[in-house]
């Protein structure tokens, strides 16, 4: 009988929570229509494949047919975005004066290297402030140069006298052999596993999708809470017979609910507009389910520790600014330092990401994730049994 | 408690209650009788609303233990919290659900069944004279019929015990009224209220007040109870002009307080007689007309003022001594 007089109250606390967020419409339209606008403006951002368009100037100086040819491969290439600015000879380039990324500088005398023997390198000037595209532009025009000279190595062969190949016919097989395959490019043949098409929405959709719903569970659920610590209803609520456990139960669910709900949607918004897959729909539930219930308990924790909802917005901020970072929602946290990374075993994001990845990435079964649903599950139970405990501690 | 001895409805024994250095409730025990309507008097910062925490099992006292129908106050809090109805000071329930809405949930929460909740929403709602506003949310409720709903929700449950701390705080005399007439009715029901105020028009309409004054429970009795030892203690002075009257003779040895009152000065003196046979032989304000003087009814603004200024409490001694 007392249990269910506990389940009952549960139940008209979250429904009436329900009613306070119908009457509330603007919290319902950001909780409605801000998370899909989120999806798609993160989800473009981060969709980019291979490099594409980077703004260039290329400054031929030598003014010769080799020049003029790799001039030409490079505009064919998709990697540059050539600008039309001049510069004068011998001046310090300006990047970013021009709003330029790159410069590529055909030097004066660049073909009578090449047919002296005695190739010099092409200059490439690059702005590093952006460590990651640098380099990466760098294996570009490097792979650009590979092309070409490839090319110019089978125009070479190709206009060689006779006399060459006959006397090559003299040499001892094994040489012809050695001789030969050091002359052709030799290459690596990647099979791309998991994500062929490279595109790093199919890495970052889990860390987009898990990084919105984070952050409206942890506020909704911390302000309501606080709300009531402000209103005074809590203490009203208190004097009834109602327990305090009910009280976080009743608070956490319609959040998680609502929070299910949307993830359904921005999954399947990611499914049809960026094409990622979502595979084993019932795992990737219950992962949501355990993701989202430790998340709204996070929000009942820092409820626990503030007494007005501008108090529980400020610590969410400063939790939920480190888990943008730390928590592999948009690179890998194997790259983070050891140091850093114990830090992200923190935040419930981290599993999330994990998992989600786990699933559609590697199409892993429930062997693979099991970790991160016995601590989400864990830290779920925590931080709503402390956010219960607690609810009485603090007083108004 | 003895054996065979009927258990008090609310029995409060030595409760202290000590905010780190300082004492907001110090040794008060105080019984109450089902049915009674009980004023809690005393000035702001006493110590009531400490007192009604710990009886509502909010906070736990710092020594000394309560029982309210043979349950502790502590230890039984759940037990007595589905006996017990609280109005808190400020307004407490959801501004943004209706009348309906609020009662209903509290209905939930208090776990009233389904089936009589209705039936005692609807009844409460008559009672109330919400009926017409039943739809309208909490928020744009007058103070006067927010109060009722805040009165109504905590009586859902029909609670043994109400508590209301400051109910009238900020209504009009007419709201008052209605309120007043609401809690009588909840005594002759059965439901014993514990009412907190400083208003002492409103202690006067109780049936048992006591009076709190820095934590400390300075007298208990019924207001005629009360009153009664003021009695030839309280004068009535005819003066002219009145409002230098009221500060001048402020400053006389003896008189606790001057006030005035129906166009008359009235003061608290320590000994009257002696008081006026003084200032017959000598009138010590030459600005002021002094007309007549007459032995005034005390009523409970002066019992407030009277314990204000320590008189009642140093009479209460030397006569317990």
């Known amino acids: ?396 | 408690m003895r054996r065979g001895e009927k258990p008090q409805f609310l029995a409060f024994n030595g409760l202290v209650k000590r905010y780190g250095r300082r004492i907001a409730v110090d040794n008060l025990s105080l019984n109450l009788q089902p049915g009674e309507v009980f004023g809690f008097l005393g000035p702001n910062g006493a110590g009531k609303t400490s007192t009604i925490r710990m009886l509502c099992g909010l906070t736990r006292s710092s020594a000394g233990n309560g029982t309210v129908l043979g349950f502790d106050i502590w230890n039984d809090r759940f037990e007595i919290r589905s006996r017990l109805g609280y109005v808190p000071q400020q307004f407490s329930l959801y501004a943004d659900l209706t009348i309906l809405e609020n009662l209903w949930f509290f209905a939930s929460v208090y776990g009233v069944p389904k089936q009589s909740a209705d039936c005692r929403i609807q009844a409460l709602l008559a009672q109330l004279d919400l009926f017409p506003y039943r739809r309208v949310r909490a928020g744009h409720l007058s103070g006067g019929f927010k109060q009722l709903l805040a009165i109504g929700s905590a009586i859902l449950h029909k609670p043994a015990l109400l508590v209301l701390d400051e109910p009238t705080s900020g209504l009009d005399p007419c709201n008052r009224q209605t309120i007043w007439n609401l809690l009588y009715e909840l005594s002759q029901e059965g439901t014993t209220v514990f009412v907190t105020t400083h208003n002492m028009d409103e202690a006067d309409r109780c049936t048992r007040v006591g009076f709190l004054y820095s934590g400390k429970l300075l007298a208990i009795g019924s207001p005629a109870q009360l009153k009664e030892r003021l009695v030839n203690q309280i004068l009535d002075f005819e003066v002219d002009p009145l409002i230098a009257a009221q500060s001048s003779m402020r400053d006389l040895p003896g008189v606790f307080g001057t006030r005035l009152r129906s166009g008359k000065i009235r003061l608290l003196a320590d000994d009257p007689r002696n008081l006026i046979a003084e200032l017959r032989q000598h009138w010590p304000f030459p600005a002021l007309a002094w007309h007549a003087y007459e032995f005034g009814v005390p009523d409970m603004d002066d019992v407030f003022e009277a314990f204000r200024c320590g008189i009642l409490a140093a009479k209460l001694e030397s006569t317990e001594v």
């Open chain 1, 1 to 396: 009988m007392k249990f269910l007089v506990g389940k009952r109250a549960f139940i008209a606390v979250a429904l009436k929570e329900l009613l306070h967020l119908w009457r509330d419409r603007r919290i319902l339209m950001l909780v409605i229509f801000l998370p899909p606008v989120f999806t798609l403006l993160l989800g473009h951002a981060f969709e980019e494949g291979p490099l594409r368009n980077v703004p260039a100037i290329l400054l031929d100086q030598d003014h010769s047919a080799a020049s003029q040819k790799f001039s030409a491969l490079l505009r064919s290439s998709e990697v540059f975005n050539l600008q039309p600015v001049t510069v004068g000879a011998g001046s310090q380039i300006e990047l970013s004066a021009n709003n330029l990324t790159a410069a590529v500088i055909i030097p004066r005398g660049w073909e009578k290297g090449l047919h002296n023997g005695d190739p010099i390198p092409l200059d490439l000037v690059l702005d590093g402030a952006d460590a990651n595209t640098a380099p990466e532009i760098q294996g570009a025009v490097q792979a650009i140069l590979g092309e070409y000279q490839s090319k110019a190595l089978e125009s070479m062969i190709d206009s060689l006298p006779d006399e060459v190949f006959d006397l090559g016919r003299q040499l001892p097989v094994s040489v012809r052999k050695d001789f030969s395959s050091s002359m052709s490019p030799w290459g690596v043949k990647a099979s791309i596993l998991y994500n062929p098409d490279l595109k790093f929405i199919h890495f970052v959709m889990p860390g987009i999708v898990g990084l919105i719903l984070q952050l409206f569970t942890v506020t909704l659920t911390a302000c309501s809470i606080c709300r009531e610590r402000e209103s005074g209803t809590l203490t009203q609520l208190q004097v009834t017979p109602i327990h305090k456990s009910a009280i976080i139960i009743g608070k956490v669910l319609p959040y998680l609910g609502i929070a299910l709900c949307v993830e359904a949607m921005l999954f399947f918004l990611g499914q049809e507009h960026f094409h990622v897959a979502f595979r084993s729909p019932i795992l990737l539930f219950g992962l949501s389910f355990v993701f989202l219930l430790s998340t709204s308990g996070l929000g009942a924790f820092v409820s626990s520790f503030s007494r007005t909802q501008t108090q529980a917005i400020q610590y969410s901020v400063f939790f939920l600014l480190p888990v943008f970072l730390l928590s592999g929602a948009f690179a890998p946290i194997s790259q983070l330092p050891l140091g850093v990374r114990i830090f992200s075993y923190a935040f419930p994001l981290t599993y999330f990401c994990h998992a989600c990845r786990e699933i559609n990435l590697y199409g892993g079964g429930i062997a693979r994730v099991i970790w991160d649903f016995v601590l989400l599950s864990l830290s779920a139970l925590l931080t709503c049994s402390i956010a219960a405990y607690r609810l009485r501690a603090v007083e108004v």
